[in-house]
């Protein structure tokens, strides 16, 4: 079953705030640079099962 993931305002903030250098706020921008790739990754797998 397909899952939406939802990130809260605080994580996108952290995620776009280029003056953010902790390091929490690189751990979440490299969390949320791995979930991207991720879903490009099962994105790219549908459409190869869908053709």
Do not use: A
């Not at 305002?9 to 390091?23: A, D, E, F, R, Y």
């Not at 921008?29 to 990754?41: A, F, G, H, S, T």
């Amino acid at each position: 079953m397909p899952r939406l993931i939802i990130l809260d305002s605080g994580v996108l903030g952290i995620i776009t705030n280029p003056k953010s250098t902790s390091i929490e706020s690189q751990k979440c921008k490299l969390w949320y640079r791995d979930l991207l790739e991720k879903v490009k990754i099962l994105l790219y797998r549908k459409l190869l099962t869908m053709k």
